[in-house]
């Protein structure tokens, strides 16, 4: 009986050994996901703080954006690198749209760059005459249709 009793403890303890384990893997599973959304989200706010410091460290930038925003004319050359900043702005909203929640909530602020600059509505439709590959056609279907009905619409 003692040998029985030996086996059953030994059972016993192998599966209290497996249960501990699970439950260590669970929490360690629980803190990496944390921690990895943790440098998502610090990665988020990296790609929205380096377009602002983009623009804030050149002044030819602030220039044509102003120019762009008052409608007076822009060079073929100014019209290219503001397509390309809108490209670039674009590719990071669809990432963006594509993997954080939160997203939505800046339609509006979206809306109101596309509203301001027509150079951005130009990116956007692909009509712009200083980047012959910018446009909506770069980008998923989901996105497109997104920003088509949430952004685009005036308001």
Known sequence: MKKLDLGRTINTL?????????????VELNQNNELLELEARATYSEYRQNAWDRI???????????????GQTLTESEEFRLSAFWMGYL???EFEYL???????RNQSIRRSFNAYPS???????????????????FSEEFVRHLEQHVKTSG
């Open 14 to 26: 192998a599966n209290i050994g497996v249960i501990a384990g699970i439950i260590f893997l669970a």
């Open 99 to 105: 993997h954080f929640d939160d997203f939505f909530d």
């Open 56 to 70: 804030s460290s050149d002044p030819q930038l602030v220039d044509m954006f102003i120019k762009d925003r008052n």
């Open 91 to 93: 590719i990071r909203l």
């Open 120 to 138: 951005f509505r130009k990116t956007w439709d692909g009509t712009t005459s200083g980047s012959r590959s910018a446009g909506k056609d770069n």
